[in-house]
Every structure is written in C-alpha cells, then in structure tokens.
C-alpha cells in the first residue's frame, strides 16, 4: 500500500503533492494493536475516517486511475523523525514521483518539537476521526451499558496470554511444559530476533506482565473489596490454573465472553483486532483502567483516558513491586506491603503531566525512543490553549 501518516502529509507543501492524493492504508501508524493482522476496514470505520479528515488530507480507498501506472517510490522512512528531515529529505522524493510507499509506518515522526498544528493534527486522527467500524461500536457500547447496570467496575488489561508471554520470555510460575511451549513458540517465530531469554531478569527488571496471582494481591493491597467487579480485558489466559487464586480474591470476574450472548460475540470469532477492540471500548469507559503491561493497547487507552478527563488509570510499578512480592513471600507483613504498595503508586493514577522526555543519559537516537510516546499522553498538544493560532483553533474545533 502507498501511503503517508496524516501529520507527515502536512509537513510537505501540498501544492506539490496535486493531483497525488493519500491512498489509505494506515495501520500500526495509528498504534492500534493486533491491526497488522486485519485490513483497517475490519477494525475502523472507513467513510467517518475519511469525512473527518477531508478539511486536512485528500483520502483515497483507491489509486486514481490516472496514477495507476506513475512512477513509485518505496521508502522506509527513519524512526522518530522531526519536521526537518521530512521537509528537506523527503520532499525532493515528490520531483521524481508521484506515489511513495512507506515500508513501515510505525514511530516514523516524533513524538515531540513539531509545529503545534501538527500536533493538534494528531489529536484529531486519534480522538477524532478514529471510529470503530459500525459492528464493533454497537456491541461495545452494550457491553459497557451491562457493566455500569451492576455500578462501577474496574478494566483489567491482563496481558498474560500466550503470546505475549513467549515473545517476552517470562514463565515465571509456569509449569515446566508450559514453560517449554512458549521457549518453542519463540525459536519458531522468524521475526521475534531474541531467542534466548532469561526469566529470572526479565521479571527482576520489571519487563515481565503481572501473573494473575500477582495482581489479586496488588489490588488488595490498594484497598479494593473482593466484592469489586473487574472486567477482564484479554484474550485467552495461559497456563493452568493461572486464574484460580485471582478468582479466590476476586470473585466478580466478567469479559465479554461472559456478558455477551455466543450470537453477538459469532461475528468476530476469529477476528483478534475486532475482539480487542470490544475490549479497548469498554476498557475507556471503565471506571478504572490498570494494565499488567506496558504494550500498544494499555498504552493507546491510558492516553485516550487521559484525553477524555484523566480518568483513573493506575499503571503498575512492575519493577519494584517483583521486589515487594518477593519480600512478602519471605515474611513481610500484609500490612507494610499494603502501605508501601499504595505509597508507590500515589502519583500513577493518571493524574494530569506533562509527555515525560527522553531518560537521563541517553544519546542519539535512543533519546527519542526512550521519550514517552504521544498516544500514551497526548498533553499538553491535545489541550485548548488561549493564545491558540488560526489554524490551530482550526484543526482542534472544526
């Protein structure tokens, strides 16, 4: 597919770009999960898209005739890249085409230093313009409207599924077959490039989700009743008995395959991305939203949370509470762990900052992939300011 990311369209001169139009075919671009896997169509509505955007970007669904056989370019555009680099690079492309086919279009702009207009731009795309397809919107909504009907609930992203579990080599608590599984389903993959990992310093370093046992405890450590009814947002868990002493402190487990009849959930079957995005829906909508990892979804939500009004989004210490969960086993009492664990994360409920910039010490290009990316936090660009500009107002209000 031929296409461009909607704010780097608009760091060209446009005038150079007729009659070339955007051929849509955004993807990972929009930082959705599981998307790689499914047409955007399947997951997005397509028509709302493009009507949403048309004040900003030509969208096509199809080349136009006229370019079918026009000269092509395929560029793989540097990661995090700045205004700069497209204005004065990738501009002088267009004197020699008329379609340029972006081989990746993840993390292809910066997250930060761009004109405000494009930032305001990028709000629009994720906020705005972005709709889930007709299907997965219905059925989303009634799986939020059947949560509230019982009061408020908690979203639970519980990222502890087969996957995610083999690409990142964590088995801690696994049986040894399970354990063997997952080591099979890495060394079998192609693309996942690191094979041999190490468990142990995986969940030492925090890099490791939360195992379901893990997060009973944590919860209760927060001050959350067993009577608390927490929406599991997840596709199948692994591991056997993986839920059970969850479900003992944690009774009122649900998901959608609980409150939803097998006719509603029929058309989706097989459909990841659809599934996921059921559970992004109600996952927003939650009174609170934890994830037990920091991967796209849990991410794309606690920035569209905080876009929404800062709802609740507790995020996990993962890295220090392994430390705490450690010394509980050894003799710590329930009550020190429970006020450091509340003390710890005091200041990780979603509260209003700032995009946090690169970590100390970092160089190069690791800076900007060490910055915490826009979708995740999406202030202060997404926000009215008063001494906006015309075209700032423009993009943000139309």
Known sequence: MFLFPKAIVLLFNISRCIPCQFFFGLMETLHFPSCYHSNFSDVFDVEYFINALSNDVPIVKKLPRELASAPKAHKQFKSWSGAKYYK???????????????????????????????????????YHALRFAPPIEALGKKLVERMRSDGPFIALHLRYEKDMLAFSGCSYGLLDEEVE??????EMTPHWKVKLINSTEQRLKGFCPLTPKEVGIFLLALGYPSSS???????????????????????????????????????????????AGLDYIVS??????????????????????RFLGHRKTIIPDRRRLVSLFDELDLGLTQEEFSYRVSEMHRKRQGAPRKRKGPLAGTKGRERFRTEEAFYTNPLPDCLCQKNNTRHDKRILNR
Not at 181 to 186: A, D, V, Y
Not at 257 to 266: F, K, N, Q, S, Y
């Open 229 to 275: 009814r927490i929406y599991i947002a997840a596709g199948e868990i692994y591991g056997n008995g993986s839920m059970t002493e969850l479900q003992a402190r944690f009774p009122n487990l649900l998901s959608k395959e609980l409150i939803a009849t097998p006719d509603e959930l029929a058309p989706f079957s097989g459909y990841a991305s659809q599934l």
């Open 88 to 126: 004065e690079e990738i501009t002088q492309l267009w004197d020699q085409y008329k379609i340029i086919r972006a081989s990746k279009s993840d993390s292809r702009l910066a997250n930060n230093d761009l004109p405000s207009y494009i930032q305001k731009l990028r709000c629009r795309v994720h």
């Open 181 to 186: 599984e997952l080591t099979f389903i890495r």
């Open 284 to 305: 927003v909508e939650s009174d609170v939203f934890i994830p037990t990892y920091s991967g796209n979804m849990a991410r794309a939500v606690e920035g569209h949370r």
